[in-house]
């Protein structure tokens, strides 16, 4: 069919075997490129700070000093005192540790209760899945605040996992009904009806293909999540129904605000809310990073 | 053939480069492209997906993305430069100057307008004072032309009531409008089916013949090509590579890409074997050198890895950008034997069935006492490692049927057997189930969606073995699932790759290894090629066809797509609208089609020949459900089935 006449050193045939450059492989995008630098290392000097609060407290943090009441900022406490006399530089961190273990105790019982409610009700038929819309509907209409308040009354007790799980089960909703909506999608996806085809049981189905699927998609709620459990302690406490000012978090710091008001120490209201927003903020970023990237990677097809 | 080369040149393309900005870095995507195109020429470019044919289409009408960039180069529409003008003096332009069809007809029309009213639409764009009566007339007018019959009526219709080929008379109309000089159609068949591919095709055809314009005509296909074009470039990697008059072209390919596009093609294939062309088209950084197409072409000199080849002319119409034309460079003789339908490598004992599907019906509900009959009363049988194909358009049934057989859908009625389990039946015992979905394995039509993002190769290949507990180990998994990869062609440092890292030909091959992974009995593969180029369908063809010889698995192969099936199959069966109406060998059916649709279906298919195409007449058919129901079989020939007809 083809017959190779004469051969020349430049006009020889060599193939497709032949490549002058070696390609290696694409270089893997940087892994650090896009993260919010700035936003990690903060939170984690404070979630460090938190932990081994310990090392760095100068001051036992329910230690009041009653003859250094509204002590502003200087040498002896470096924050100051609140109207109690206590120091609030050990505070923060104390109480710093609370709030985030309020925090992420409510969001993984939040989570929780989010995927499993929302899984069932995705991979359940058609009536199953409307009465359960309907009713996470009818919990998202009741105001939150109302929810806890009540639960807190039948509660009774006030501490601090007890509020954390009153939090966790208040505030599973809106994650469920994604999970909801992407367990919805992915089902009828066709890698799962192959799985399916191929002899995948529902257990197989689930962890091989739906969780790994919404993972991604509520990703960003769960860490907002952590965000808003620690904005819901604080609410509770400053309006004076979450945590006695006795238990430290920065939500009862807040709730002395106003009596602080009152004698103009801002450095009460201020030290704990400057910790509270940059802590959230932090978060937010995070969580919207993660967003970003994930979204990225689906929009490569 | 009418008016071509009579006055000067309506579009005129010089040393067109545009560049891309990605993450990744500026890529070319067209390189230091040149065209020009006569009055009332029907102008084909044909290339792969990625080649920079539909950025081409864009760049003229003006609108490219904003992170592309035209770096040099200029594009003259009627002598006019447009390349610099705003975007306003481009609305003058567009529509009167130049007009697009797209490929999708349903996403270039508006669901919430009625036909008449986007027609109008692009009337009343560039003439603002046309009267009610005039526009509604003229409208009208434009939907005769493009063969829309029942014109008034269907005024106030609204596209989803259409079907895909009347869609796509009424964007045809719509760029019609202001009766342009160039009309670019950037695939305009590729979504339609072959029927009502040759339709619009032939009125593309009669268009140009009648008003003397001029198309710009975008396609994948060589055998669309054959049939509508007087010129043809071959576009690869942002360039034009080959250029010259149709004829030309297939009567004496010259470039090293050319041979390897139509030798892709099942007509010419040799000795019941396909040569694709290896590896998939670049992407190229800008400032690349060399010959694009060298890492994929067995004949590439040493001189194509360091240097670009300049054109050289063949005649005054044709011209090559390869160095094998250089005085210096060996001579090579390129022929393409055009033969006749590929014999199918193996005799099949027709004894043992596998699998026996007995007046299989299912039908859709669309509301209260409204049916939609997807299949209806279709019998055949499936024997022991035969390709049986099923052949038919879109709608026609062939992937309910396969999704019945799969026992994703349950049907209304009928029974299918394998092996002696009842598909269909509710009450099959846990063994028959783990049995069924061990030796039936499926490959579906997008290899994208069929694959799961977030899980790895390896992972994707391994889950029918971890679902089964084939293997106990990691490691003796791991052994075949190289085994298996390496047998579709996939390289083994893919294994931790994700799909979105792969090609579209890799991921079917992923596909395919994984069906392929537990040595199934049957292997449903629906539409596997359709989303593919020519040239990777090639080579899956090819993947299929070797398993085909190693393993001892009967497919089931669905495509619309006929000179593959050719191809590949042992027995077809043609579907029309539900029902099964013809059923024979291959060979027997391509030789001596009987049913009036198969006919049809036959003669709609382009071949890639400009000699059979020039003279052919396509076959219409158009028959209702009821005329051919309940008329029983006949047999033709020894296996050779038929539903008859009045």
Known sequence: MMQVNKVLNNFEIVGTQYSKKDETQEARKPFIKGIPILSVVILVLIILGCLFCELIMTHDPSRMFLDEINRAPGSGHIFGTDTLGRDIWSMIWFGGRKSLIIGTVATVISSFIAVVYGTLSGVAGETVDNIMMRFTEILLSIPSILLVVFMQAALGQRNFLGISVIIGITSWMSIAKIVRAEVRKIRSEEYVLISKMMGGSFMHVLFKHLAPNFMSSIMFMIVMSVRSAIVSESTLSFLGIGLPVEIITWGSMLSLSEKALLTSSWWIILIPGIFLVVTLLCITDIGNYIRGSYNSKEGNL | ?646
């Open chain 2, 1 to 646: 053939m009418l008016r071509i080369g009579l006055l000067s040149n309506i579009l005129e393309v010089k040393n067109l480069s545009v560049v891309f900005n990605t993450p990744e870095g500026r890529i070319s995507a067209i390189r230091d492209l040149s065209l020009s195109i006569g009055q009332g020429e029907v102008f084909a470019v044909v290339g792969e997906s990625g080649c920079g044919k539909s950025v081409l289409c864009k760049t003229i009408m003006g609108i490219l993305p904003s992170n592309t960039e035209i770096t040099s180069g200029n594009i003259a529409v009627n002598g006019k430069e447009i390349v610099g003008l705003s975007d306003g003096e481009m609305c003058r332009v567009r529509g009167v100057d130049i007009s697009m069809v797209f490929q999708d007809p349903m996403t270039s029309l508006d669901p919430t307008y009625s036909i008449g009213a986007q027609i109008a639409e692009a009337v009343r764009v560039h003439d603002k004072k046309i009267t009610a009566d005039a526009l509604k007339k003229k409208v009208i007018d434009l939907m005769d032309a493009v063969g829309i019959d029942r014109a008034v009526e269907r005024y106030s219709s609204f596209p989803w009531m259409l079907s895909g080929g009347m869609r796509q008379r009424c964007v045809m109309a719509m760029a019609l409008a202001q009766e342009p000089k160039l009309l670019i159609a950037d695939e305009p068949t590729t979504a339609l089916d072959v029927t009502v591919q040759a339709e619009i095709l032939d009125l593309l055809k009669e268009i140009r013949n009648k008003t003397g314009m001029t198309i710009l005509f975008i396609t994948h296909d060589l055998g669309v090509v054959a049939k509508v074009a007087d010129k043809v470039a071959i576009m690869y990697a942002g360039k034009i590579i080959e250029q010259g008059l149709c004829e030309e072209i297939f009567a004496r390919p010259t470039h090293p890409y050319t041979w390897g596009l139509l030798h892709a093609l099942p007509s010419f294939a040799e000795n019941g074997r396909l040569y694709p062309i290896p590896g998939a088209p670049p992407v190229l950084k800008e400032g690349f050198e060399g010959d694009a197409f060298a890492e994929r072409n067995p004949y590439a000199l040493r001189i194509d890895y360091a240097q670009e080849p300049p054109f050289f002319d063949l005649s005054p119409t044709h011209k090559a950008a390869t160095w094998l034309l250089d005085e210096r460079a060996p001579k090579i003789q390129f022929s393409l034997t055009n033969t006749a339908p590929p014999k199918t490598a193996h005799d099949i004992k027709q004894t043992e069935k596998l699998m026996e599907i007995h007046d299989l019906t299912h039908y859709f509900r669309l509301g209260q006492n409204s049916y939609v009959k997807a299949v209806s009363h279709v019998s055949f049988d499936i024997y022991k490692g035969e390709v049986f194909a099923l052949v038919g358009e879109s709608g026609s049934g062939k992937s309910t049927l396969a999704r019945c057989i799969l026992g994703m859908y349950k049907p209304l009625g009928g029974k299918a057997f394998y092996d002696g389990i009842d598909i269909t039946s509710k009450r099959r015992t846990r063994k028959d189930k783990a049995r069924i979905s061990k030796e039936i394995q499926f490959i579906s039509q997008d290899s994208g969606a069929a694959l799961d993002m977030k899980m790895t190769v390896r992972d994707i290949i391994a889950e029918p073995l971890e679902i089964h507990r084939v293997y106990k180990n990691r490691k003796a998994a791991d052994e075949r699932i190289k085994e298996i990869m390496k047998k579709v062609g996939l390289d083994e440092q893919l294994m931790q790759r994700r799909p979105s890292e792969l090609s579209g030909g890799q991921r079917q091959r992923v596909n395919i290894a994984r069906a392929y992974v537990m040595n199934p009995m049957l292997l449903v593969a629906d539409e596997p090629l359709s989303s593919l180029d020519v040239s990777i369908q090639a080579q899956i063809v090819e993947v299929l066809s070797e398993l085909k010889k190693d393993h001892e698995t009967a497919m089931l192969f669905i495509a619309h797509d006929l000179s593959m099936v050719e191809f590949i199959s042992d027995r077809v069966g043609v579907m029309y609208k539900g029902h099964l109406v013809e059923l024979a060998p291959t060979k027997e059916l391509f030789r001596n089609p009987v049913h009036s649709y198969t006919k049809a279906l036959l003669s709609a298919a382009p071949k890639p020949d400009p000699e059979v195409e020039k003279t052919r007449v396509s076959t219409r058919y158009k028959k209702s459900l009821t005329e051919f129901m309940h008329e029983g079989w006949e047999e033709v020939a020894e296996g050779h089935f038929v539903l008859k007809e009045h």
